[in-house]
């Protein structure tokens, strides 16, 4: 089971620099964990105090954690919520990769609950708040999967805000059931289904670690408590758990449908706003806006329920150019041989261009596999050759990115793409290789 490692030694080096990328003074350290630092900034040119998350790529690498990190960037960067912590921008060197977030001042919410138990209604004003970034989350298709008081902080409002979103999922990582298999969490706040292992929704426990969380502000200490393992999961698997005497009937009730060991019949969002505990002075209408370069609906990682392929917005497009492409970032060199890199846009609808793909594939004896619309094509060997991803850019035109060994897409496959290729207002053939800011700047579209 993959759980967080606050406790772990911190020995990721420093930030030795007091101006990095001559655009934030670094200030304080303020919390470590196995594979990143996180400072205290201040953008000079703004004067915005920032955080900044320092994270070191070889460790990473080693630990078999690139993933994460890339799931973390692209789920943050499309979460735009009043309780969810902001990521501005990501950065990198050679060694290291820097997440810039929003700054939240007020520390863990951990913090507080170790000072002393919340009375019922402070209680109530955190857990609407939680729930109501939760919701957000699972609307966007976003399970956070490591949801307890430390990764909750507050700001100087007093005002909750959701952190650290590297072990979370999104639906493209379900299984045909609907369903996603990565053990995962903090041991105390897992749901019973992670323990048994068959599989488990993203959102039920979501809920279930949300119920925890409720049962610890009013209470002051964990429902599930055990001097060793075996112990803790087999009370969480039971549910064996009691609340303090001084529980009103309606947190009482609300509390036993958040920690029903029954995924299928545990509470929903959607029940848990319409709760009469809950309810009582929460405001559904919660005022925010989306950004303005989030011209799309939907963001990485997130397919539609008709399993339309996935929406790209104008931070991604930002990032698919040469100056800024973040892509490299993230490259195991130490797995994967020298890639050659290829980016187009395409008019041709995505089933058509996975058929080209199959078609040119059988014949060239490849095995193809697809996972929504993410294609990988290896050899007879069983070696990685090709691997591809689209994003929906509008309605009408789809983003390919390829990344290809030992020249495979172009020997094979680059041939076929005279009829695939979108060319506004041209019949010449265009590079492969042009960026997005190329293709932008060629055609009436939406400004970056």
């Not at 060197?93 to 951990?110: D, R």
């Not at 920690?259 to 029940?271: A, F, K, S």
Request: glycine share 8%; net charge neutral.
């Amino acid at each position: 089971m993959e759980e967080e490692t606050e406790s772990s030694p911190c020995d990721i080096s420093p930030i030795t620099e007091q101006i990095l990328f001559e655009k934030y003074q670094i200030g304080r350290l303020l919390g470590c964990g196995a594979f990143a630092k996180v400072y205290h900034a201040r953008n000079i040119q703004t004067g915005q105090n920032v955080a900044i998350k320092a994270i070191s790529k070889q460790k990473i690498m080693k630990s078999g954690f690139m993933p994460n990190i890339k799931r973390e960037i692209s789920i943050m960067r499309q979460l735009h919520h009043p309780y969810i912590v902001k990521l501005f921008e990501v950065l990198a060197t050679k060694a290291k990769i820097y997440f810039v977030m929003e700054f939240v001042k007020g520390g863990e919410l951990f913090s507080e609950i170790a000072k002393c138990r919340f009375s019922e209604d402070l209680s109530r004003r955190y857990f609407q708040q939680l729930i109501s970034a939760v919701g957000y989350c699972h609307s966007h298709g976003v399970f956070h999967r490591d949801l307890k008081p430390e990764n909750l902080l507050l700001d100087e409002n007093g005002d909750l805000k959701v952190s650290d979103f590297g072990l979370s999922a999104v639906t493209s990582q379900e299984q045909r059931n609907g369903l996603l298999y990565t053990s995962c969490g903090t041991p105390a706040y897992v749901a019973p289904e992670i323990l048994a292992r068959k599989g488990y929704s993203g959102a039920k426990i979501d809920i279930w670690s949300c119920g925890v969380i409720l049962f610890v502000l009013n209470s002051g200490y964990l429902p599930f408590n055990c001097w060793n393992l075996s112990g803790l999961y087999r009370k969480i698997y039971r549910g064996e758990f009691r609340v303090p005497k001084w529980t009103s009937p309606g947190l009482q009730h609300l509390i036993s449908r958040l920690l029903d060991t029954n995924p299928m019949t545990r509470i929903t969002v959607d029940e848990i706003i319409q709760d009469p505990w809950f309810s009582e002075g929460y405001n559904n209408e919660i005022k925010f806006h989306e950004p303005e370069n989030n011209f799309l609906t939907k963001g990485i990682g997130h397919c539609g329920n008709n399993g339309s392929p996935k929406f790209l917005n104008a931070f991604d497009i930002i990032s698919f150019s040469r100056g800024i492409d973040l892509s490299g970032l993230f490259k195991d060199f130490d797995k994967l041989p020298a890639a050659e890199s290829h980016r187009f846009i395409t008019a041709e609808t995505p089933v058509n261009f996975t058929k080209m793909v199959s078609d040119v594939a059988a014949k060239g004896n490849l095995t193809m596999t697809r996972k929504d619309w993410n294609i990988t094509l290896e050899g007879p060997n069983g070696k990685l050759l090709v691997v591809i991803e689209m994003y929906q850019l509008t309605e009408s035109l789809a983003v390919v990115e390829i990344q290809s060994y030992e020249g495979v897409w172009k020997k094979r496959f680059q041939p076929h793409l005279s009829t695939l290729v979108y060319h506004p207002g041209a019949v010449e053939t265009r590079p492969l290789s042009r960026t997005m800011s190329d293709v932008l700047g060629s055609r009436a579209g939406p400004t970056v």
